[in-house]
């Protein structure tokens, strides 16, 4: 039984969850400064992260097995491996996705949540097809991850306002640029099988020069958010921060050097996410 979890977890990239669900931490802590902190909305906050995270990697795995097979990088993954079978991650999907669903239901009486959650569920499903059609598809990624720090503002307070959008448009661009940057990995293979990505289309220059002007949009959001939602020196000291640690990203991975891209990738991209949200919340800690 433990292999078989630890097997669904290698599947998903669990470990990748932390890209995502900081955001939409901060996002709600920032809102509890306003609204009554309930535990089921905290509760409910990672359960749908975890679940709407594990559908929708789950599904890329399933839609993409037959392109990983015959990548040279990708054939170890799970089903080109035989480790787990096509109806055994289906059904692991369908069961994350009842799981989203379901969780939404700790919002209530806010039944926003639930009323999206099919929306999200599907716009969340659909970025595995965009390389098929569209060399701008790390953006479908990064829009999908983009929705967390909003769901999670709409689930505690049922409304919207500039703050949850400029920490989205942050992940926005900051997931958009560190996207490209893995992309590179595959650019040959990529043209070779008529996919679509930046790097396979204009090469990996400019591809990478595309993703530090997307991480540049990424710092001018995060001193927006500064501004607008009246954060401190912790929170201002930690957009520096992240700014030295995106130029860091981009010392890493060079056109004629790609080696380094996943110490880049996760390493690098880890420490911006979860930094984010300590310094975010010592900032309103100290705020009081």
């Known amino acids: 039984m433990f292999s078989s979890i630890r097997q669904f977890l290698d599947l998903i990239r669990f470990s990748h969850t932390v890209f995502a669900l900081p955001f939409a931490l901060l996002s709600a802590v920032l809102a509890w400064r306003t609204t009554p902190f309930r535990g089921q909305d905290?509760?409910?906050?990672?359960?749908c992260m975890v679940f709407a995270r594990s559908a929708a990697m789950a599904f890329n795995r399933l839609v993409d097995r037959r392109i990983d097979a015959v990548n040279p990088r990708t054939a170890g993954r799970h089903l080109p491996a035989g480790l787990l079978s096509v109806?055994?991650?289906?059904?692991?999907?369908?069961?994350?996705?009842?799981?989203?669903?379901?969780?939404?239901?700790?919002?209530?009486?806010?039944?926003?949540p639930l009323i999206l959650a099919v929306?999200?569920?599907?716009?969340?499903?659909?970025?595995?097809?965009?390389?098929?059609?569209?060399?701008?598809?790390?953006?479908?990624?990064?829009?999908?991850?983009?929705?967390?720090?909003?769901?999670?503002?709409?689930?505690?307070?049922?409304?919207?306002t500039a703050i949850p959008l400029l920490l989205a448009g942050a992940v926005f661009f900051w997931v958009g640029g560190f996207d490209?940057?893995?992309?590179?990995?595959?650019?040959?293979?990529?043209?070779?099988?008529?996919?679509?990505?930046?790097?396979?289309?204009?090469?990996?220059?400019l591809a990478l020069r595309l993703a530090a002007l997307s991480h540049v949009g990424t710092i001018l959001c995060l001193f927006a958010l500064w501004h607008v939602a009246e954060l401190g020196a912790v929170f201002l000291v930690g957009i520096v921060i992240v700014s030295m640690l995106l130029l860091y990203e981009h010392w890493l991975v060079r056109p004629d050097d790609l080696t380094r891209v996943n110490i880049a990738f996760f390493q690098v991209n880890a420490v911006i996410s979860i930094g984010l949200l300590l310094v975010g919340v010592v900032d309103i800690w100290l705020l009081g």
């Open 42 to 47: 905290l509760l409910g906050i990672l359960l």
């Open 180 to 205: 490209i940057i893995y992309a590179c990995q595959d650019v040959d293979f990529d043209r070779d099988r008529h996919l679509n990505s930046i790097p396979a289309r204009w090469g990996v220059p």
């Open 87 to 112: 109806p055994a991650v289906a059904a692991f999907t369908l069961l994350s996705a009842a799981g989203f669903i379901a969780s939404t239901l700790l919002f209530l009486p806010n039944s926003w």
């Open 119 to 160: 929306p999200v569920l599907l716009f969340l499903l659909g970025y595995s097809y965009a390389k098929r059609f569209t060399s701008w598809c790390h953006y479908w990624l990064s829009a999908a991850l983009m929705l967390s720090p909003i769901a999670a503002w709409i689930a505690v307070t049922g409304g919207i």
